[in-house]
């Protein structure tokens, strides 16, 4: 059998081990086979090929160091960094971010952190939500290039100091598999861009292909407007949902998520039915918290994706947080019968089945959740539990459920939390008051450490410290009645005093 006909019959079989070791043995003997060359350029892509559109997660100096917003204080809604106050949900049930959004249904790059303001809000975020600091978006990328020439033990295939780049970007069949390989492969984004740009020229401005990867190559240098301008000509020759989801992306980094909703419905009036447009604007309306949009859109995924575990998510999570739990269990239970089985997911039943006075069933999915626990969300199971153990009325239980959550993860802020308010029942107020005190530590954005600080300062007869403490609870979330009311009591015996 002919060597590189093996080898292409392997490439299509995605063995792309084998298929590189095949035609190095071709290039071995000639080594100016250019079908073999470009072959093995092709195999070596796919080995360590990411759709990188959403791959990126923001780091620290992408957040503090940006230079892109246009608007430090931007108008409530039109902003990631300053979004409308939730509709349709209250912070009081739905917890949420560092920056005030509610978790989302399901985690993605950015959903965890949301776009914290200052630098102390960023490291607190980011190691509260990772086991590592995130320092760049890049990272990821970085890595991955590394790796991939390691695995080379002659060095690189191709150097490109070496490599006459204008010879082949005019070749339209080798210059897009050269530009592949150095974007994944070398990650070598500065050459990636050299190639891209040469090939534009050479093909006079006409292929939007190349348009498309000049403006992912500017996206991962940071040079937004530049991207948006090549993404545009891109659309203007030939309409592609790539495009419309890469320049909806820049608008995000931009801070412009309105900008990115008009591009996204531009794309579904040329795309009716295209399901990762419609996912990309439910996502934005979430970050704006417009749940009840988001929702909606979630639902017309679905409508032409019935398997989308995204929407599927999010749709439970938005019922079980409106208090419809046994609508919840329905979408978490075809979660599961699509074949997902994880924690998150046992652990979400079993909080359905709780709140549905399915006490048993509630039990049993626990311990399936705490079988299936990482480090991450082992925390969170116990916490859970506890909650459980409280509907049933043995505070013993609870207490030491709470104590396994801080053994699995001791800068759990909710466990410290509700481990004070159980000991201040007992009446350990010192005890409580400590719990407290590490709680708000921890997590400053959440309010309830805060209001009782304020109820256990008021009852001890602090009115200065509790004064101090509510107003803390009215910045982490202004709608909260109980705190408001606290205030106002406050004031008022500082008046008659």
């Not at 392997?10 to 084998?18: I, S």
């Not at 040329?270 to 447009?277: A, G, N, S, T």
């Not at 459920?401 to 107020?429: F, M, P, Q, W």
């Not at 708000?440 to 256990?456: D, G, I, K, R, Y």
Request: aromatic residues 12%.
């Amino acid at each position: 059998m002919d060597p590189l006909f093996q080898a292409i019959s392997y490439y299509r079989r995605h063995h792309f081990e084998k298929c590189v070791d095949i035609c190095t043995k071709v290039l071995e003997e000639k080594p100016y086979d250019e079908a073999a060359w470009t072959l093995k350029m092709k195999a070596l892509t796919l080995e360590v090929y990411v759709d990188d559109l959403e791959t990126d997660e923001e780091g620290i100096a992408d957040i503090i160091m940006d230079e892109n917003s246009i608007a430090q204080m931007a108008r409530p809604g039109t902003s990631l960094k300053n979004p409308n106050s939730a509709k349709g949900t209250s912070q009081a049930y739905r917890p949420v971010t560092q920056s005030g959004r509610p978790l989302s249904g399901v985690v993605r790059p950015g959903t965890q952190s949301g776009r914290p303001g200052t630098m102390e809000q960023a490291i607190r975020t980011r190691t509260a939500f990772t086991s590592r600091p995130i320092t760049s978006s890049s990272g990821r990328f970085v890595r991955l290039g590394t790796a991939s020439m390691l695995s080379q033990p002659d060095g690189p295939f191709i150097n490109f100091a070496r490599l006459n780049i204008s010879k082949y970007a005019a070749l339209p069949h080798i210059a897009k598999h050269l530009f592949e390989y150095a974007y994944y492969h070398d990650n070598d984004i500065r050459q990636a861009l050299d190639i891209a740009a040469q090939a534009t020229q050479a093909c006079r401005y006409e292929d939007w292909w190349w348009k498309f990867q000049l403006g992912k190559c500017y996206y991962r240098f940071g040079m937004f407007r530049d991207a948006e301008k090549q993404f545009k000509s891109a659309i203007k020759q030939q309409d592609m949902i790539d495009t419309y989801l890469w320049l909806g992306k820049v608008y995000i980094g931009l801070d412009q998520p309105l900008a990115a909703l008009d591009v996204y419905k531009q794309g579904l009036e040329k795309f009716p039915q295209e399901v990762f447009l419609m996912v990309h604007t439910a996502r934005i309306y979430e970050e704006l918290n417009d749940l009840d949009l988001a929702v909606k859109y979630y639902k017309d995924v679905l409508n032409y994706e019935a398997i989308d575990v995204e929407a599927i998510a999010c749709i439970a999570a938005h019922h079980f947080y409106n208090d419809q739990p046994e609508v919840a269990l329905r979408y978490y239970r075809r979660l599961l019968q699509m074949g997902v089985c994880n924690s998150e997911l046992y652990n979400n039943l079993a909080l359905c089945c709780f709140y549905s006075q399915q006490n048993d069933m509630a039990v049993m999915c626990f311990e399936r959740a705490l079988s299936l626990a990482t480090d991450e969300t082992l925390p969170d199971v116990w916490y859970n539990i506890a909650h459980l153990s409280l509907g049933i009325g043995d505070k013993s239980l609870a207490t030491q459920c709470l104590r396994l959550a801080l053994v699995a993860n001791n800068d759990h802020a909710e466990s410290y939390n509700n481990l004070g308010v159980i000991e201040g029942t007992k009446g350990n107020l010192d005890q409580s008051k400590a719990f407290f005190v590490a709680a708000s530590n921890l997590a400053q954005h959440l309010f309830e450490p805060h209001f009782n600080q304020a109820l256990l300062a008021e009852k001890m007869g602090d009115l200065q410290n509790a004064y101090f403490m509510v107003q803390k609870s009215l910045e982490a979330y202004p709608d909260h009645t109980d705190s408001k009311d606290l205030f106002q009591r406050i004031k008022d015996l500082f008046t008659t005093l």
